[in-house]
């Protein structure tokens, strides 16, 4: 008997192969949820938005809401952000705006990776990148975290060695600033020196700068990309911790060759003639500025009122950091608590979390968590690490 035909025979290698995405998981009832990096509701500009589109659609029905091309006014904003960050060689020729960074994450794979091909990434880091990389047919190699981000020690001993083997790879991957989801911050000379080892061995850094602007204690920090003079690193970076994510905008800066071809990749053209005027007006006359300020100081409460009830509820041999930036407070778990026994005994009492394992390329972070503090209202965050504290000490009890 001839088997009947299936949809599954139709989809292409990439389409049955590539892993399943595990999405937002729905919370059980009364859970408290510290697993995603969300931005805080609470915050979100509402009337300036409103005032913002009504001044687009007042100047301009037709240009903000026919076909058209990318807001020029928004690249030079971007322009002029970056090089108040002291990156000079931004430019509207190598700056390429986008529906979100994960729409530049996912481009650039398919315009430098062919199958089998070797990217380096952090570990751990936001998996949603490598799961990009991936499907794209990449090879993975990690490089592990330290406390002042990717080991520079490792990654050039890793360089040497692909090099030994006659092994290009194609980018190295890396959160520098405030990391997801570590919280660390790579130094000024470490910046100079990942600069140095892409120039030494012709790799390409992709600087993932979504948390840059989140910085709640010491100096303003210097991208990667503005020690860069001679063309190894792309910066993408995003509106959506610092205005709102429902937006999807972003941008990527770099060599203007890649930017060309993620463009041309890019194949639905410009990224929205009216959000992209609706982001670029309400940006005008330092409000973006200004919002950016208010952020901080909510988001720099909710990290010490996050801190403070670890300390409080937390078993004393729970280490963790304290970022200065970003959204994420990062956990090492002692040897007789898996993350995943947790994440069972944390549902039991009513909360969620990230285990470290989501985390990671190659299977590591079982005795990591992640916690994000961004989203819940103060008084969420202090229940949710009672909770979270109280399944630590349950967890003890029966192993």
Same mark, same amino acid.
């Given at each position: ?24 998981? &729905?919370? &059980? ?20 938005? $409103? ?43 190598? $700056? ?18 062919? &199958? ?13 990148? $490598? ?211 947790? $994440? ?56």
């Amino acid at each position: 008997m001839t088997q009947s035909p299936t949809l599954d025979a139709l989809f292409a290698q990439r389409a049955q192969t590539v892993a399943d995405s595990p999405g937002w998981a &729905p919370e &059980p009832e009364g859970s408290i949820s510290l697993a995603y990096g969300f931005a805080d509701p609470a915050h979100f500009p509402v009337n300036e938005l $409103v005032e913002a589109t009504a001044e687009v659609l007042a100047e301009d029905v037709d240009g903000a809401l026919n076909y058209g091309p990318t807001c020029a006014g928004l690249i030079k904003l971007v322009v002029n952000r970056l090089q108040h960050r002291g990156v000079n060689q931004a430019d509207p020729s190598n $700056v390429l705006i986008s529906y979100g960074s994960s729409q530049i994450l996912a481009l650039l794979p398919q315009i430098l990776v062919d &199958p089998g091909d070797t990217v380096i990434v952090e570990g751990p880091c936001f998996i949603g990148a $490598v799961r990009s990389f991936q499907a794209a047919g990449a090879r993975i190699e990690t490089v592990p975290v330290r406390d002042d981000g990717m080991d520079l020690d490792a990654l050039a001993t890793m360089l040497a060695d692909l090099q030994s083997r006659g092994i290009q790879p194609k980018f190295i991957y890396v959160t520098p600033t405030y990391q997801n989801p570590t919280g660390t911050l790579m130094p000024p000379a470490n910046r100079k020196r990942i600069v140095a080892l892409a120039e030494q061995y012709g790799v390409l850094i992709v600087e993932d700068d979504a948390y840059g602007d989140l910085r709640f204690e010491g100096e303003p920090v210097t991208p990667i990309i503005a020690y860069d003079t001679k063309g190894w690193v792309i910066n993408v970076g995003t509106f959506s911790k610092i205005l709102a994510p429902g937006v999807r905008m972003a941008w990527a800066c770099g060599p203007e060759a890649v930017i060309k071809r993620l463009a041309k990749f890019k194949f639905e053209g410009g990224s929205g003639p009216f959000i992209t005027r609706l982001v670029e007006r309400f940006a005008a006359d330092g409000r973006l500025e200004a919002h950016i300020d208010e952020l901080n100081g909510t988001y720099k409460r909710k990290r010490d009122l996050m801190v403070d009830t670890i300390r409080s509820e937390f078993p004393a041999d729970v280490r963790f950091n304290v970022p200065m930036g970003g959204f994420f407070i990062y956990c090492y778990l002692p040897a007789d608590m898996p993350a995943a026994e947790l $994440v069972q005994k944390g549902r039991e009492h009513g909360v969620t979390f990230l285990p470290g394992m989501g985390c990671y390329a190659n299977g590591q972070g079982t005795h990591e968590i992640r916690l994000a503090f961004s989203y819940q209202s103060d008084e969420k965050i202090v229940e949710g690490i009672r909770r979270l504290g109280a399944a630590m000490k349950a967890l003890r009890t029966t192993v």
